[in-house]
């Protein structure tokens, strides 16, 4: 372990204490900015299993999904027993094949036991849920139900009674756990026989106390001190002052404290919501700003505060001597600062992390001049903390609010500190409860009726070594027994045989239980899973060899059109090339390889549209078309006056009390009018709202302003350039189409798809978007790409760096929504009158394939029509777009899972289930991988950032994503929260996780294995992400076929077919998912008769 640095000054060391946080906090960008990252970034230089345990150890978050849910998987035939047994047998460390137990009849080895363990819940119960177990269910006169029925039979055996055959085993695991079977209810505790007290407090003086008759208030002051001091050890390490006040009070000062902390921070970081904002933010920063605000506040809460004017007037004027200050007076040991300011953010995980977000982009464009840092968000925080502790602690103990006050009183009053400790852990019996709650009640300390204290912490501590209670000393017949008697059934062991054995073997099944713990088992799970998804994957893409078209352009395609390598395009891509197999289509990452500062028409500002990681130095613009003055100008007179009526009934309804009330009163009729028809016919609502935009917002027709003709200056991202140069339009050009393959064979037509998302009242719009344009729409990127490849300037400049486009060949820019279908075209006016009709050909197509798209959609949507025509699909999808009440509109990438970097023949011909992204690369032209490497290095954080988002967010969808969309109220158009006064939420809403199935990335590459080895040694972030286990990797030969699998401490291993398996053969796309609602497993297509000559 790493010893602590130590640090001269305090300052220094608490600006590094804030470096540190930054990999424990949340990198979620605004949400108008929200672009998919992994969301344990922070760990993620740590091996995917090893930052599961820091994340847990640090959050509390487990990382795998909760093993019911795996267990419905297995059930539903997602996972099969030979997974679960691969999964066993790769891990070492569970010696699945060692044997536990061998008798002439049967043999038990390990992973006997942990297939059980997975299948089965084995966890132990509670003294009532066996007595219900017992009394109501009849667990001692059946076998249980869920044993297997040739296991049941081989339990029975020749007995006729299998009520005896139960009971006999029930006593027989008693027995050899040295257990006696008594009346099990907790009420019994105030009516003991003579002889079980005495057993009871002999047993515990003699086999747990070392033998000393020492008196049960002497053994409940010996236990009180040994948790007091572990509790105490805690602050600075798991918990805070708050969390310990609370764990003893009841009492959790952050309900107070965060409604003044939201009030504080919404109104600096607002981005145009709030009518009022922090008074000088921008020249004082926030905790200045706060500083100097907080002694005029009229707040109720804070005038019943004791000393706070004192307490705010002795702040001082920097923040970090204020979190000093602070620290100090809580008495937290200085060796413990780090981890009590680390425990502190990860209580408001969402406000803390957004300022943290902001403190390192402060570029970050917004409409207010605020520049939040976390050091103020802690300043503020300790201070609102002091002020609740010293209240909380006063209120109820009479004792300052400090480290060394509280250690002093509850060291003087061990009673009250084992009562209160055990009530608020909510684990004791009613009987206690009733009798805690009474005596709270009716006192404030122990120094007034200590006597109570002590006969009360006494009665506990003989319940804590009861048989009745769920402690961990010794064995209980509601845990170790239960447990066993269950694992024994579904093992087949009978009364016999558990009395032949020695009482080691049965407490050894024991260990074996303790130690394939919950996580492990989940662990297991989650592999086993990905296993099963993966021989089926592999199988589909090993069958598929060679029947997939276009490995070489033998032939002129009849179109080409290159998506983003969306997964929701696969469907798309799938249906087009069933309809037309003439038209060959492509996947690239959706910037389409120009990164652009992007201002549009009427944009106030420039909009980013590239990967998160690139910083673009080039601006350009939409502008108007010549002879398009008059459209102008009333498109901008429609414009200003919607943005007045829109920033009236926004802002000026909320801020003009007499204004209000008249205008509210007038436009009421109108704007009920409007909700019932939004609540009734969205439809209706809609295209009326649209036709009264096309009127006030006529279109105009555009262009964009790419071209520079300042070849000087170079383009920095701190000093962006208008436009690119000729050579950056065919620097730009060549290398997208070289990465793509699509260097020869060009088609009449080749159409460039973004994609974007558009759905009514969604704060997470931005999530349906596309990741690779920061959180934005493709098509301005389209757009751009086929207007610098359509100069002819470009196209003599690209064919001397080897790509020769030919004359007859035009790109179009086009944008797909993925929400409602529609593609949207750009720059229509300027295509050659030659290609008008192979355009009008193409377009037919792209119609019937969207409405293939929503039919194959609407499977997978629970309000959908079941087996809809196309035409009902279309409409129902177009109709979510429309409905504001629709909390999915669309799934966005839910059920992602794999990707396949490679030529289009080695998916085409087989039905992957829109789980796919396809990224377009040709090996034969890449002999050394340097286009390769640069793919992986692109778009590899792109695929894992979604991915890992989705993972995530539906293991923990209450954690680590923000829970339903139901109660989330936009927060200063900056994030979400629950009500009025929670936590940001960060992650995915339930709506948009509720069908994905958590799973790591599966990347496919086609190319040679070595080559795929070199690059993994180069390239430290390669390294990363698969050597770290955060994707998975495998290589599929361009010549022969073979696929190998990278596994960690091996590298990539053979994978070798099953034999015997069969993948079923359909038509067309619509039979492989007809009449399925879940996943499907891939399955082949026929192929069409077409031949490329």
């Known amino acids: 372990m790493q010893a602590k640095p130590e640090f001269n000054d305090k300052r220094e060391q608490i600006t590094v204490i804030l470096n540190h946080l930054d990999h424990v906090l949340p990198g979620q960008a605004p949400i108008l900015d929200f672009v998919h990252h992994n969301t344990l970034h922070g760990y993620q230089h740590l091996p995917f299993e090893e930052a599961l345990a820091e994340s847990e150890k640090a959050t509390g978050i487990k990382g795998y999904l909760p093993e019911e849910q795996s267990r419905n998987f297995y059930w539903q035939g997602r996972i099969n027993d030979q997974d679960i047994s691969a999964v066993l047998a790769l891990d070492p460390k569970l010696r699945a094949e060692e044997i536990v137990y061998q008798s002439d009849d049967l043999t038990v080895c390990r992973k006997d036991i942990y297939r059980i363990a997975l299948l089965h819940d084995l966890r132990a119960i509670t ?41 006999q085993l029930w006593e027989s695991i008693l027995s050899q756990l040295g257990l006696e079977q008594i009346d099990l209810h907790p009420e019994n505790m105030l009516d003991l026989s003579v002889e079980q007290a005495k057993s009871w407090l002999e047993k515990i003086s003699y086999g747990h106390m070392g033998g000393n008759e020492t008196s049960i208030h002497q053994k409940v002051r010996l236990e009180a001190t040994a948790k007091l001091n572990e509790m105490l050890s805690q602050i600075g390490e798991s918990i805070t002052l708050r969390g310990f006040v609370m764990a003893l009070s009841g009492i959790d000062i952050l309900y107070s404290v965060r409604s003044q902390l939201i009030r504080i921070c919404a109104s600096a970081l607002d981005e145009g919501m709030a009518a009022w904002q922090l008074p000088e933010r921008s020249k004082l920063g926030l905790y200045g700003a706060w500083r100097a605000a907080s002694m005029y506040d009229l707040n109720p809460f804070l005038h019943e505060l004791p000393d706070w004017q004192q307490i705010i007037a002795a702040m001082p004027e920097d923040a970090i001597d204020c979190i000093i200050q602070q620290l100090s007076y809580l008495e937290i040991p200085q060796n413990k600062w780090e981890g009590y300011l680390r425990c502190l953010t990860l209580e408001l995980p969402g406000w803390s992390g957004l300022i943290n977000w902001r403190q390192h982009h402060p570029n970050y464009q917004t409409p207010n001049d605020a520049a939040p840092k976390l050091i103020d968000y802690l300043a503020i925080r300790l201070t609102l903390d002091r002020l609740w502790l010293k209240q909380a602690c006063s209120d109820t103990w009479s004792i300052e609010a400090k480290l060394g006050s509280i250690k002093y009183y509850f060291n003087k009053n061990l009673s009250e500190f084992m009562v209160r400790r055990l009530f608020y852990l909510g684990e004791l019996p009613e009987y206690l409860t009733h009798q805690v709650k009474t005596l709270l009640s009716r006192v404030v300390s122990e120094r007034h009726e200590q006597t109570e204290w002590q006969q009360l912490a006494d009665l506990m501590w003989t319940w804590q070594y009861s048989p009745m209670s769920k402690s961990d000393v010794d064995h209980k017949a509601f845990d170790s027994g239960w447990r066993l008697f269950r694992l024994c059934q579904h093992l087949g062991l009978n009364a016999k045989q558990i009395q032949s054995m020695q009482k080691d073997n049965l407490l050894g099944m024991l260990s074996l239980l303790d130690e394939f713990d919950a996580t492990e088992r989940c662990k297991v799970w989650l592999y086993a899973y990905e296993r099963h998804y993966r021989e089926d994957f592999f199988h589909a893409v090993h069958v598929n060899h060679e029947r997939g078209r276009w490995a070489k352009r033998n032939t002129r395609p009849a179109s080409q059109l290159i998506f983003c390598i969306d997964e929701r395009e696969e469907s798309f891509r799938r249906h087009l090339e069933e309809y037309n197999p003439a038209i060959e289509t492509l996947g690239a990452a959706g910037f389409f390889g120009v990164p652009m500062n992007y201002k549009g028409m009427g944009d106030t500002k420039v909009t980013p549209l590239c990967p998160v990681v690139i910083t673009p130095a080039h601006e350009v613009q939409e502008i108007p078309r010549p002879d398009n003055e008059q459209a102008l100008v009333n498109h901008n007179r429609g414009r200003k006056l919607a943005n007045w009526i829109t920033g009236w009934l926004h802002q000026g309804l909320r801020r003009n009390l007499l204004q209000s009330k008249l205008v509210i009163d007038a436009i009421a009729p109108v704007m009920l009018a409007g909700l019932l028809m939004k609540t009734v016919s969205p439809k209706t609502q809609y295209d009326l709202i649209t036709r009264i935009k096309k009127a006030t917002l006529p279109d105009v027709k555009t262009k964009l302003e790419h071209t520079s003709t300042d070849t000087v200056t170079t383009a920095t991202p701190a000093k962006p350039k208008l436009g690119f140069t000729d050579n950056e339009q065919a620097d730009r050009v060549a290398a997208f189409l070289r990465n793509s393959g699509l260097t020869y064979g060009f088609a009449e037509l080749v159409i460039l798809v973004g994609h974007g998302s558009i759905s009514q009242n969604n704060p997470h719009l931005a999530a349906y978007d596309c990741g690779a344009c920061s959180g934005r729409h493709g098509g301005p990127n389209a757009r751009l790409f086929a207007a610098m490849a359509n100069r002819p300037e470009i196209r003599r400049l690209v064919a001397e760096r080897g790509i020769d486009i030919p004359q007859d060949t035009w790109f179009i820019g086009t944008e797909h929504n993925t929400c409602n279908e529609e593609i949207i075209w750009y720059d229509l006016e300027d295509v050659p009158a030659e290609r008008l009709t192979a355009l009008e050909k193409l377009q037919q197509d792209l119609w019937h394939a969207r409405h293939m798209s929503a039919h194959e959609r609407c499977r997978r949507l629970a309000s959908a029509p079941r087996n809809p025509t196309l035409e009902q699909a279309l409409a129902h999808i177009e109709e979510r777009a429309r409905d504001f009440s629709q909390a999915r509109p669309e799934l966005g990438h839910a059920t992602n899972a794999s990707a396949v970097i490679g030529r289009r023949s080695v998916t085409q011909g087989a039905f992957f289930d829109r789980r796919v992204f396809l990224v377009s690369y040709d090996p034969t032209q890449d002999p050394e991988g340097k286009i390769l490497e640069g793919i992986l290095l692109a778009v590899g954080p792109v695929g894992a950032g979604i991915n ?139 192929q069409p008769e077409f031949q490329e000559v």
Not at 128 to 156: H, K, P
Not at 967 to 986: C, I, K, Q, W, Y
Not at 1057 to 1077: T, W
Request: net charge negative; proline share 6%; glycine share 8%.
């Open 127 to 167: 003294v009532n849920q066996l007595n219900w177990q017992i009394e109501e269910m009849g667990a001692l006169n059946v076998v249980q139900s869920d044993v297997a029925e040739l296991t049941r039979r081989r339990l029975i055996g020749s007995e006729k009674d299998q009520g005896l055959v139960v009971k």
């Open 948 to 1086: 890992l988002e989705y993972y995530f967010s539906t293991v923990d969808n209450e954690r680590f994503g923000c829970s339903t969309k139901v109660p989330h109220n936009v927060v200063g158009a900056f994030a979400v929260m629950e009500g009025t006064s929670s936590d940001l939420r960060t992650g995915l809403p339930r709506q948009m996780i509720e069908i994905h199935e958590p799973m790591r990335l599966l990347n496919l590459i086609e190319a040679k294995k070595e080559i795929v080895e070199q690059i993994y040694g180069r390239q430290e972030a390669i390294r990363e992400l698969v050597g770290g286990g955060w994707i998975l990797v495998a290589t599929k030969d361009p010549d022969t076929g073979e696929i190998f699998f990278f596994e960690s401490g091996k590298g990539f291993v053979q994978w070798h077919p099953r034999d015997g398996v069969r993948l079923p053969v359909f038509e067309k796309s619509p039979a492989c998912y007809r009449d399925h609602s879940l996943p499907v497993p891939p399955a082949l297509i026929k």
